[in-house]
Structure formats: C-alpha cells, structure tokens
C-alpha cells in the first residue's frame, strides 16, 4: 500500500484533469452518483485527520497568526484582486464581473484539508482555518458581495452547517479521539494504509463534480474561452500569494503548505449554489469554470511545494556537510 501511495503521489497532477474530462464526457452515466460526494469526502476527511490529535489543534488556537493572514488572503486580498481583475479584463460586464468576485469571496474549500494531510502540512491549522471561514461565511459572503458589487443575498446557514458537520467536523473529531485513544499508534497501523485510497478517492470526487458541471460548458466560444483564462489566472495567483506571504512571515514549511491550499481553493460548490439561486445564470459561469481548475490546480501546486521542499532539504545538507 506504500508502494502504491508513492506511485500516486507523482501521478496526481495528472489524476484530477484527467478526472475532469472522464467526469464531463461520462456525465449522463455519473451525475446520477453526485449524492456519494459527501461520504467520500467524510472518509478522506478521516483519513487525514487520523495524523492529528486535540493537543495539537489547541496549539493552534493559542497562536491564532496564520489563521488571521488565512483569513486576510480569503477575504480581503483575493477578493480584491479579482475585482480588479475583472475590471481590466471585462470593463462593463458586471454579471461577469460579479461571478468572479463571488468565485473569491466563499469560504475556503474543504477539499483543501485533503491536500494538506496529502503534502504534511498543518492538519489543526487548515481545520481550524476550514471551520472558522466556513462558520463566518453567512455574514461573510454577503457582506463582501454588497461592498464590491451592491448585492445582498441570503445562504442557507442549516444547510451549509449540515454539510460541514458531515464532511468534515464529525470525521476530524473521530479520527483525532481514535489518534489520541491509541497515543498514534492507528496512524501507523490504519493511516499508511489508507492513504492510497484517499488519493483515488480524490480522483472520484473530482470526476462526479466534472458530472455536474458538465451542463454549463456545453455551448464553448470566445467569451468562454476569456472567462476561463481569466479564472484561472485568478485562481492561480491565489495559489502563489498565499505562498509568499506565508515565506514572507516567515512561517515552517507546514504552515507554508496549508495557507498555500486555503488561500487558493475554493468551496466552489457552495459557489454555484448561490451563484444560481440569487443571480442571472451568466453570473454562474466563472465560478463554475473555476471548478474545472481547482483540483488541477492543487495538483500542480502541491508538486512544486513538495520539490521545493525538498530541494530546501537538500541545500540544509549541503551545507550541514
């Protein structure tokens, strides 16, 4: 089986778009599954936080420094980016516009927990991250969308909440009692093994969301086209801020790695939801788009921190000798 996750582990950048593309091809046979996401993600939540325990997660709130500059990036830097961006790139369309600002301001994605504990970052961090961005987000989001484009809409907080309390909180909370029940011995023991299936698991959710998607991506043009470029500039640069300002503050590599996923996903889910139900369909666009990049994305991102990484380990070395 660890043979199998170091296989995995360097395939991955080609797993998600890959997975993407089966998803919107096979899309009449797979949306009828789009129901098994959440328990997918619920069992790879679990998986991931068997590494980590509640000492840990209380080490974090005591030093709360990365979860504000996460917060910071979410909510102000990206957001603002984006409305600039959007500016630029389509002055006077303001449903597109808006789309892609509405595609910066939802909470951090969830998915972004799974590639944390993939790449050994800060697992307490990113839930902690996941949990407080996700609990703000009713007051959050609209407050955001009124500043930058004047529209107030609602979320469904119950919904949302149940949501988050499935697919992550529950899970997270079992895997961390079973951790410290065993003093880490079941990490050891069931973690290792595991890990391969989270990473197929991965593949599979990505898939069933290319299923979903599938719709909106049917009539391609010019617009789309520049919709797309642009989305994924944006989402992109997500990436590379949250990167440099976790170097520039000078955090550890763990940190590093989780503000580099929490800054640059998205909960584009919730995304389309709103996105569809309190706007024109054209507003829905964008941040459905980014939903074709995201995992690929993250993908390639945690490639170049793990060489990085590495590389960083290697120069220690070299000088050490």
């Given at each position: 089986m660890q043979k199998l996750n170091k296989q995995l582990e360097k395939i991955m950048p080609f797993i998600t778009p890959v997975s993407v593309?089966?998803?919107v091809l096979l899309s009449t046979y797979l949306k009828d599954f789009s129901y098994l996401i959440p328990w997918i993600f619920a069992f790879m939540t679990f998986a991931g936080s068997l590494s980590s325990n509640f000492k840990s997660l209380k080490e974090v709130m005591i030093h709360p420094f990365p979860i504000?500059?996460?917060?910071?990036?979410?909510?102000?830097?990206m957001p603002l980016w984006a409305w600039g961006v959007g500016h630029i790139a389509f002055s006077g369309d303001a449903y597109t516009i808006t789309g892609?600002?509405?595609?910066?301001?939802?909470?951090?994605?969830?998915?972004s927990f799974i590639w944390v504990s993939i790449y050994k970052?800060?697992?307490?961090?990113?839930?902690a991250v996941i949990l407080i961005d996700t609990l703000l987000s009713p007051i959050l989001v609209p407050l955001s969308l009124s500043l930058f484009v004047g529209q107030r809409v609602e979320l469904d907080f119950i919904s949302m909440m149940k949501g988050l309390l499935g697919m992550i909180v529950i899970p997270s909370l079992i895997g961390m009692l079973l951790n410290q029940a065993t003093k880490g011995k079941i990490n050891e023991q069931?973690?290792?093994?595991?890990?391969?299936?989270s990473k197929i698991c991965i593949g599979i959710v990505v898939m069933l969301n290319g299923s979903v998607v599938a719709p909106y991506l049917k009539h391609i043009n010019l617009k789309l086209v520049g919709i797309a470029l642009t989305v994924f500039l944006i989402a992109l640069t997500g990436y590379l801020f949250s990167f440099l300002l976790g170097r520039l503050m000078k955090r550890d590599r763990d940190t590093v790695i989780t503000l580099t996923f929490s800054g640059g996903m998205r909960n584009i889910s919730a995304g389309a939801v709103l996105a569809v139900s309190f706007f024109p369909a054209a507003v829905a666009v964008p941040v459905v788009v980014g939903m074709l990049?995201?995992?690929?994305?993250a993908s390639t991102n945690g490639y170049f921190l793990d060489r990085f990484y590495h590389k960083k380990v290697h120069e220690q070395e070299s000088v050490a000798l």
């Open positions: 593309v089966l998803g504000l500059l996460a917060m910071m990036i979410l909510h102000v830097l892609l600002i509405l595609g910066m301001v939802i909470p951090t994605g969830v998915t970052g800060n697992i307490p961090l990113v839930l069931v973690g290792s093994r595991l890990a391969p299936i990049f995201q995992q690929i994305l």
